[in-house]
């Protein structure tokens, strides 16, 4: 039996795909590469906007078409649209989302189970209540879950079941899922959100912000070192309040420091409302973790940040932003902003353009606002017409991506120190990002200098000679 996993969404997606890999191989499952190799497809989603749900959809529509021409293929939905939509998502067989994650082992013994009745006899519920029944195995499990007669037709119930012989109830390999982009990892050390940004779904379909034990985050950051990651990233939706008992996040990030033996430490996302001087003293002095901080802004308008219930003035962004320069050399500050939220005006926006304009972000993700049914913003009279959001995110992304061309631009002449994580992706040249979190690319025909090879994971200095389009190009040093 094989399991295909699509991912959707942010950073935390990427790390639940990976334990879903985990649990379904320890019920004996092996992941494939091929949707049309896989008994059992996974389609991990997105709520935060609505194009990302838009694209889930379409592609689990795309999906029906295997569907048919294999009636014994089990196609999942987890992920925080299965928590938001559930079972109104039409052309799946189960749902899991987020906040029901604790319950994954057990849901993936009842798909592996359930999937295995299916195969042996594609007759229907019928026939497996009575064969199982002969053998004293079923079990119900109070769980809403949809079946197959004839192979084809699906119903929906109440109750799931489990056939006792064939749910074998393996441990998973190992209690952290296993890192699968090389070199680079993800380690969440928080889950859910309670903020409540008014535009946000966030903290309504990952539930409310729970900390995680440091022993037990430090125990993966050990098992992500022994399987060769030599970078790991710190994730919670807002991580800098991160708080274990007694222990906050710029104590989580020394324990961290003093157990990464030279590994890369990133963390994000940061939110403005919970920065502090003990935090920026923490990040300048553990030397494992880069200089690289993701703060979003949202928007250079107070009014709007009001609205946007952020809980910080434009003033005191750029405080931390003053801070963050001033303490730690070099530092990158990257940042998320959304345009067109209800009622922002032309005004506002050019407060947006301003503050983009004066802070010269390294980097920027830039939205249309999209209204989410259920968050407070949704209840606002938007106000703003597509096309003026659209026209402003344009002048938002010109004037920003102007400015991330120009910090890069800044590397020229320079040495920097990467760590390679690839290839890149047109000339398969070897890639590697510096701890600001810029990709640099080593050109391995150097006129002058002779370039030696470079491994994955191997952490080097280079020069940098030149920039095309954002990305840098580079010799290594000997
Ligand atoms: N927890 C993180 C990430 C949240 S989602 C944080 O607080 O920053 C990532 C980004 O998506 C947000 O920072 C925000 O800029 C954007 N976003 C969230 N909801 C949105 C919405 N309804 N419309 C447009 N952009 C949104
Ligand atoms: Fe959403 Fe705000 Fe929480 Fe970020 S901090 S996940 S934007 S509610
Ligand atoms: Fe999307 Fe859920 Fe992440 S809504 S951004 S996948 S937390």
Same mark, same amino acid.
């Given at each position: 039996m094989r399991i295909h996993i699509i991912t959707y969404g942010c950073q935390m997606n990427v790390y639940d795909s990976r334990m879903v890999a985990s649990l379904f191989k320890g019920e004996g499952v092996e992941e494939t590469d091929n949707p049309e190799d896989a008994d059992i497809i996974i389609v991990n989603t997105c709520s935060v906007r609505e194009h990302a749900e838009r694209r889930a959809l379409g592609r689990i529509s795309s999906l029906q078409k295997l569907r048919r021409e294999k009636p014994e293929l089990v196609l999942v939905v987890i992920g925080c649209m299965a928590e938001r939509l559930g079972d109104n998502i039409p052309g799946a067989d189960f749902f899991i989302g987020p906040r029901k994650y604790d319950r994954l082992p057990e849901t993936i013994r009842e798909i592996v189970s359930s999937k295995q009745y299916a195969v042996s006899s594609p007759s229907g519920i019928v026939t497996l209540l009575n064969s199982s029944a002969s053998t004293g195995q079923v079990t119900f499990h109070p769980i809403r879950y949809r079946y197959r007669v004839n192979g084809i037709n699906r119903q929906y119930a109440v109750g799931s079941m489990r056939v006792g012989a064939t749910s074998r109830l393996r441990k998973p390999p190992h209690p952290y899922p296993e890192p699968d982009r090389g070199v680079t990892a993800f380690l969440p050390v928080m889950r859910g959100c309670d903020n409540f940004c008014s535009y946000c779904i966030v903290p309504y379909v990952r539930g409310k912000a729970v900390s995680r034990n440091p022993e037990d985050i430090l125990d993966e950051l050990r098992y992500l070192k022994e399987r060769g990651v030599r970078e790991v990233a710190l994730l919670g939706q807002?991580?800098?309040?991160?708080?274990?008992? @007694? +222990?906050? $996040? !710029?104590?989580l990030l020394r324990m961290v420091d003093k157990e990464s033996s030279g590994v890369r430490i990133r963390f994000l996302t940061s939110h403005p409302a919970y920065m502090n001087?003990?935090?920026i003293e923490a990040i300048a002095e553990c030397n494992s973790v880069c200089e690289s901080v993701h703060l979003p802004l949202q928007s250079g308008s107070d009014r709007i940040l009001q609205l946007m219930e952020r809980r910080y003035s434009v003033d005191e962004y750029r405080h931390w932003i003053r801070r963050l320069r001033d303490r730690i050399e070099n530092i990158a500050i990257? +940042?998320? *902003? *959304?345009? /067109? $939220?209800p009622t922002e005006t032309e005004e506002d926006f050019k407060k947006t353009l301003d503050i983009v304009r004066k802070t010269r972000f390294d980097f920027a993700y830039m939205f249309m606002y999209s209204r989410r049914e259920g968050t407070k913003a949704a209840g606002f009279s938007d106000g703003v017409s597509l096309e003026v959001k659209k026209g402003r995110l344009e002048r938002l992304i010109a004037l920003q991506n102007g400015i991330t061309r120009e910090k890069n631009g800044e590397l020229v002449g &320079? @040495?920097?120190?990467?760590? *390679? @994580? /690839? &290839?890149? !992706?047109? @000339?398969g040249l070897p890639m590697g990002k510096t701890r600001t979190g810029k990709e640099v690319i080593i050109k391995m025909q150097s006129e002058k200098c002779k370039v030696r090879n470079v491994k994955m994971g191997e952490c080097v200095n280079v020069y940098v000679e030149s920039i095309s389009g954002w990305t840098l190009i580079g010799k290594t040093l000997e």
């Open positions: 807002s991580v800098n309040e991160y708080r274990y008992g @007694e +222990t906050p $996040f !710029r104590q001087d003990e935090l990257t +940042t998320d *902003i *959304i345009v /067109g $939220f &320079k @040495e920097v120190e990467i760590l *390679i @994580e /690839g &290839k890149s !992706r047109r @000339e």
